[in-house]
């Protein structure tokens, strides 16, 4: 399984998810800058963490402007798997790939901690190796976390099974008390409607081996990789 990272300037996850990736599918990332154009043809898109353009404007706003996204709007909406972790999924709502919008914490802070996801479907390219309602540990590292939408387009997301994590407690329990940066329906991570983009807050590429402290990310790439491998 080939993959790309799309590095920006102020990235500073795209080494965490090219370790990942490198560890899971035994193939090297390519690893391609902002500035180019165009890159291989790859199975797997992914946008990594960070601040892209030191999130100017505001998160992920700068970013859709740069060449390679344009190369990047046309493969994921020809159906490449395109995923968008924190920063990215921000750069993935900017470039429309993803409805909604991803804004401050509802508690105006920074947060960087563990924290609890129920996997909301479990049926998609990026989540097939957990089980449906499964309760996840993840970190999340992020001050612009608080996803909206319409009230429109949150019915589509409810109704069509594409919000594919919520925050929740030990038991899985998507209360107000587990949300922890005010995000709508308390909603993790999207899906688009053909279900070969996935945006996240959270952080799988963080732990996915023991070391780590847990491996609890790792069943996201080791479900893109049977996936993308038996399509």
């Known amino acids: ?25 035994g193939v090297e990332p390519t690893m391609v800058w902002h500035g180019d154009s165009d890159f291989e043809k790859v199975d797997l898109i992914a946008l990594p963490g960070g601040f892209s353009y030191g999130d100017y404007l505001r998160s992920g706003a700068m970013a859709p402007t740069s060449p390679v996204m344009k190369e990047v709007v046309k493969r994921a909406k020809d159906g490449v798997a395109t995923l968008g972790i924190c920063n990215g999924f921000q750069v993935l709502t900017e470039a429309g790939l993803l409805p909604g919008a991803l804004m401050r914490n509802a508690g105006l802070k920074f947060i960087c901690k563990d924290v609890k996801l129920r996997v909301d479907n479990s049926t998609s390219i990026f989540t097939n190796q957990y089980e449906q309602g499964e309760v996840i540990n993840i970190p999340v590292a992020h001050h612009d976390g608080n996803y909206f939408c319409d009230e429109d387009t949150l019915e589509t997301l409810e109704c069509n099974s594409r919000i594919a994590f919520r925050y929740c407690d030990e038991t899985g329990d998507a209360s107000h008390e587990a949300n922890i940066n005010g995000s709508l329906n308390n909603i993790a991570g999207i899906l688009n409607s053909k279900g070969n983009v996935l945006g996240l807050m959270p952080h799988p590429e963080r732990l996915i081996d023991p070391v780590q402290g847990g491996t609890d990310g790792r069943k996201m790439f080791e479900s893109i990789l049977g996936a993308l491998t038996n399509a």
């Open 1 to 25: 399984m080939k993959s790309a990272v799309i590095v920006f300037p102020g990235s500073n996850c795209d080494r965490d998810i090219q370790v990942a990736l490198r560890d899971i599918t």
